[in-house]
């Protein structure tokens, strides 16, 4: 069957909220459905069950979200820009939706070993994309020559995400994109020659 883009869309919107509201264990596609408006029978046709609508999310969103950092990253060549649209990007989207922040800062990492390994597959086009943006850095002279990728990747992805779960915990009570600046300022001066 081919997928209906915008009931798939409504699913995997209406799925965010569930699992923000109730936690991925207490999310019942049942309740994804009826935040949804389409009828339980429906889901199946899209997802095969509740650990796939999660997985779907996950690569919808951060596959969203990937793409518009490259395009906002497309006409700066200079690394530290780079590093701050990321930084200022991460913060924002998570701004922008509250419930979006929830699930991926908290209920993606309560799930099962399998799904988070399917989870780090789609994690890893965002770290390329930090790859990418260090490595730039490195041979345009900006960051340190003998910088360790792998280890500087861990470092600004650990930070941002950090930063992240900890005002999610603390239940969004002070804007994240305030933090950004400072956090991009902390990174730029650990990766600078």
Known sequence: MKKDKPKYK???????????????????????????????????????????????????????FVQSIRTRMSDKTDAIDQLKILVDSHFNMLAEDHHLAIVTQLELRQSNKDIRLRINKVLKEYLVLVDEVLQNGVDNGVLSEDLDIRLARQMVFGTIDEVATSWVINDQKYSITDLAPGVHTLLVKGLRK
């Not at 965010?16 to 019942?28: K, L």
């Not at 429906?42 to 609508?53: A, M, P, R």
């Open 10 to 64: 409504m699913i995997i919107d209406a799925a965010v909220v569930v699992i923000a509201e109730n936690g991925y264990h207490h999310a019942q596609v049942s309740k994804i459905a009826k935040q949804a408006g389409v009828a339980d029978g429906t889901i199946y046709l899209y997802f095969k069950n509740k650990e796939d609508i999660l997985i779907s999310l996950f690569e919808e969103k951060m596959g969203q």
